[in-house]
């Protein structure tokens, strides 16, 4: 028996992963697709005439298994993946890509989607229902259900070949991540890295049956032999492997991918009948359209320049007094920013790590969830697991119901890709009277307990860790009847607001007493250090706004304009970069051959979000701040408004709504020291 073809008989209905079996995925996504295509023909063949409920609601809660076992499927293939895995991947992509098709593309459903849709002032819907019918209608013209025959077809393989370009794009990054390793042997060489790097590095190279110790290009390691490591000559040869993934003419090689990849994307869109792949995105985002994104990205940008070039003629003066460095290359960005800022504020991660145990910034995390929006976390075993490392909650409200299943995945390993994400194994929804409750997870990489030490993580981990905690937080409050408009189905330069608005606990006094405490002593982080914090807060804040701006025009380049003359990769990168270069170029390194964001994830088009969305954030928490960051009376209008409500709403009418005005932009600029 195929377990993923039939409903989940678990505790609280959650994921049976041991049960599941790699060969069952393809059999059974292959039948739930045909079973779900028989629930389509059903409204279709449908003899009453289309109505809001028999088409529009059908087609919403049609397919769930089918999204059930593939959220889990795809979950896996970034949190747990290995060759099988990823080669049922290569299978089941196209064949997903063909079934949206199909539904898109399907004359008789979009008919009568279309005819509830023309019809739609004439019916008593409610907001929610209205947005559902809206997106319903979109979801079919924006995917070319007005298309000819012919154009229908082009536009299903262009799909199918899209949908293996990112999976094979994400498979090459992986595989180049896993395939270095730095074998040091002379313990010298390792001289200014911290001992919980060090005893780390050793505790890799012994799991592998080395002597020595291993650096490798996952962060835990890759990060802080950049920032510590005396020896610039590893530190170069480390942030050249860095910098390399997938572009060395090897099998990996993704320089072929991206250009392949902006060229579909674009001919898709003309298609469709929008100039670019930028303006078919943006349609559908609060900035609407190429010229708005590049209008904010720039005004940022000339805000600022001038600080961020300051700031890196600071780090050049300061490497040539310390050094005698003559050019600041990458490779020294870290370090020596690291070195000046410990100078200036006498602060540095090894001196907070001790105060940032893992399972006391988790705790504290989940105490200002309470505080904030009563919320509570209980550690439960009875749920099973990918993986042995993962962490199960039961998310539980004041009055003790069900608010969602959290899984936490938080270290590293040859199966998981880099980096920090949120995500969902079941939707909330509504349905026949029954609140379906989400369960969400996040997956980190963050440092692995040692023989000797806990996991202690920097203060940037501790800021991922809240910002993945605010996606999963706009995951589990969500509380409409649509699984399509739920959690974090918002507008992509919204969804960075519940999770970049949960940073600024962490530099909060009142917050940090909640959780920093020396995991030895226990004591309470001094107020010295929570001063240095903040203090440090907006240190070489102009260079790395000036690298945000970048990564976003260089997304806006490739996506914004008619590729088709592109033909070299690295080229194109450079015209990108031209005004916001500071560092001389690595000849050997390529960026874009690795921004799994764009080529891999959803944000192709969209990287200027996190920028927009911190527009959003700085403005939002002025109001807590005004009111006092615990202040339950701005916590509930941010639930009610923002959390809980997904995408049944226009988001600047959400935000109005929670914060009584639109966002000021110069709260960013204050709280970066940009402006006064």
Same mark, same amino acid.
């Given at each position: ?517 020396? /995991?030895?002593?226990? @004591? $309470? ?8 914090? +903040? %203090?440090?807060?907006? #240190? *070489? ?68 979000? /996190?920028?927009?969305? @911190? $527009? ?8 807590? +701040? %005004?009111?006092?960051? #615990? *202040? ?45």
């Amino acid at each position: 028996m195929n377990i993923l073809l039939h409903p989940f008989q678990t505790t609280y209905n959650t994921a049976p992963f041991s049960a599941i079996k790699n060969e069952d995925f393809l059999p059974a996504i292959t039948t739930l697709i045909e079973e779900t295509k028989t629930e389509i023909d059903h409204i279709t063949s449908n003899p009453e005439p289309p109505t809001f409920e028999n088409t529009i609601e059908a087609l919403e809660f049609s397919g769930q298994q089918l999204d059930r076992v593939t959220n889990i499927f795809f979950n896996l293939n970034s949190a747990e993946t290995n060759d099988d895995i990823q080669k049922i991947a290569q299978d089941v992509s196209p064949l997903l890509s063909e079934f949206g098709n199909d539904i898109t593309l399907n004359e008789a459903l979009f008919k009568r989607v279309k005819a509830v849709y023309d019809n739609k002032s004439k019916l008593d819907l409610n907001g929610e229902q209205l947005m559902l019918l809206d997106k319903s209608y979109k979801s079919f013209s924006r995917n070319g259900a007005n298309l000819v025959e012919d154009k229908k077809e082009t536009l299903r393989n262009i799909d199918k070949d899209l949908s293996k370009l990112s999976l094979t794009f994400g498979e090459h990054v992986l595989a180049e991540t896993n395939a270095f390793e730095m074998h040091i042997t002379n313990e010298a060489d390792l001289s200014g890295l911290p001992e919980g790097a060090k005893e780390a590095a050793k505790q890799l190279a012994e799991s592998k049956d080395k002597d020595g110790w291993l650096i490798t290009l996952d962060y835990p390691s890759y990060i802080p032999f950049m920032t510590y490591a005396d020896n610039r000559e590893l530190r170069k040869k480390l942030a050249i492997a860095f910098g390399k993934k997938g572009f060395h003419n090897n099998e990996f090689d993704n320089q072929n991918i991206v250009l392949n990849i902006v060229k579909k994307r674009f001919e898709r869109a003309n298609l469709l009948g929008y100039k670019t792949h930028a303006n078919f995105v943006l349609e559908e985002r609060m900035a609407k359209t190429p010229e708005n994104v590049i209008e904010f990205l720039n005004e940022l940008l000339d805000k600022a320049k001038p600080a961020a070039q300051e700031e890196f003629k600071n780090l050049e003066d300061f490497a040539k007094e310390l050094d005698g460095i003559d050019r600041l290359e990458k490779w020294d960005s870290g370090y020596y920013a690291e070195k000046l800022k410990q100078k200036l504020f006498d602060l540095d991660d090894e001196k907070l790590k001790p105060y940032f145990k893992l399972e006391n910034v988790t705790n504290g995390a989940f105490k200002i969830a309470e505080k904030l929006y009563g919320l509570h976390f209980e550690n439960i075993d009875t749920i099973d697991k990918y993986h042995q490392d993962v962490l199960t909650y039961k998310v539980t409200n004041n009055s003790g119901d069900l608010v969602s299943i959290f899984y936490a995945d938080f270290f590293p390993r040859a199966g998981k890709r880099n980096g920090a994400w949120m995500t969902s194994y079941k939707s909330q929804s509504i349905k026949n009277g029954e609140n379906n409750r989400p369960h969400i997870s996040i997956v980190c990489n963050f440092t692995k307990p040692t023989k000797s030490k806990p996991s202690l993580l920097t203060f940037n981990e501790v800021t991922t860790l809240f910002h993945e905690f605010g996606h999963a937080l706009h995951g589990m409050l969500a509380n409409t009847t649509y699984p399509s408009l739920s959690g974090t189905s918002v507008y992509w330069d919204f969804v960075e607001l519940p999770s970049q608005v949960m940073e600024n606990w962490c530099y909060e006094k009142e917050a940090l007493e909640l959780f920093a405490t020396h /995991y030895e002593t226990g @004591e $309470v982080i001094p107020m010295e250090l929570v001063s240095k914090i +903040k %203090e440090s807060s907006t #240190f *070489n804040e102009g260079m790395q706004t000036l690298r945000q701006i970048s990564f976003g025009l260089l997304d806006m380049s490739w996506h914004g304009q008619d590729p088709s003359n592109f033909n070299d990769v690295k080229t194109q990168e450079l015209k990108a970069f031209e005004n916001t270069k500071l560092y001389p170029d690595v000849a050997e390194n390529c960026m874009s051959t690795a921004f799994s964001h764009i080529f891999q994830g959803g944000y192709s088009s969209g990287y200027y979000s /996190y920028k927009w969305a @911190e $527009v959003l954030d700085a403005d939002a928490f002025e109001y807590f +701040k %005004e009111a006092g960051i #615990f *202040n339950s009376e701005v916590a509930t209008k941010f639930k009610d408004n923002v959390l809980s409500l997904g995408g049944t709403v226009d988001p600047m009418t959400l935000y109005k709504r929670f914060r009584g005005q639109e966002p000021q932009p110069e709260a960013l600029l204050r709280r970066a020291g940009l402006i006064k």
